[in-house]
């Protein structure tokens, strides 16, 4: 057995439902101490975190990722235990295996060959490691990061192991992410008997021309890097379940995932022109979680392109597509940003896996990366 693979297993046996890390942490300090690493747990709340750095010295090479998983679902919809790692046909299934156990196993399994292969280098390896990301994302990265750069402790290079490749190891990684903000919007009507409409004030009704303008406005058109805004409806909710009442409010809730063409502020106003313009007497609650980042082409870029290609033989797309990912709270410091990690077409699904050959397979990107940032000559 690969010692990636058996670093995922040992993972995935941790029942670590965000933002519980139930141990996982632990097994992975253990291991990075044997090799020399300043290991500093950081607890938010209920949110273990761990920040663990080994040299003093720039430039300063992040590893970072996540313990946590999201539930598992109805247990009888798994062929087997969720949290038992089980190889079938090729494939190691469990929770957590592609999301995002296995890159974090194939990155720690990669810096340790890196370093008993490179006793010599310039520079420091670091890893950043929260229970929080599937979850508020409030006492995980963002506050480790908030507490690095208190204390001027600067990244140069992040690599975000979340499961980014589509069918192929290496064949598209994460130069950006877009930005999310949500809404919850109660439009406020008079509730009445169906039969007497004109002494009511029916929401839904009310509602609807600002619902048809709201899905089918153009929020701007994209740029070079990103796609163009957009807009969904994830929750709308009226009435008192009887067939015999005008609802008095309807509650709706939506969310924009936003390019770096258009800024929060002016799509807060564009909404709130739209419902003004409606004349429709509303209370608006606005929840933003996340500005869109782009790492534009450098160092790191370029490095993890060719290190794909030397492994892989494949250019891999550049993509900033997806929903967001802590990679958010890195970026605006300046951290040259990228993910790449395992394929993700079975991510938060039943019967979650990877492909039992993507994981040493990951791991050699993985090294190959360290190898030309720390060591140009090779």
Known sequence: ???????????????????????????????????????????????????????????????????????????????????????????LYGRGAADMKSGLAAMIVAVENFLKRNLEYTGSIAFLITSDEEGASIDGTKRVVETLMDRHEKMDYCIIGEATSNHLIGDQIRVGRRGSLSGKLTIIGKQGHVAFPHLAKNPIHLVAPALHELTSTVWDEGNDYFPPTTFQISNLHAGTGANNVIPGQLQMQFNFRFSTAVTVEELQQRVTTILEKNKLEFDLQWDHSGQPFLTHQGTLIHTVQKAIKEVRGLDPVLSTGGGTSDGRFIAPTGTEVIELGPCNASVHQVNEHVRVSDLDILTQVYEKILERLFIPTL
């Open 1 to 91: 057995m690969s010692a990636t693979l058996a670093l995922t297993e040992e993972l995935i046996r941790c029942p670590s439902i965000t933002p519980d890390d139930q141990g996982c942490q632990k097994i992975i300090a253990q291991r990075l101490k044997k090799f020399g690493f300043h290991i500093e747990p950081m607890r938010f709340n209920q949110v273990d975190n761990l920040w663990a750095r080994l040299g003093t010295k720039g430039p300063l090479i992040v590893f970072a990722g996540h313990t946590d998983v999201v539930p598992p679902g109805p247990l009888d919809a798994w062929t087997s235990n969720p949290f038992e790692p089980q190889i079938r046909e090729g494939l």
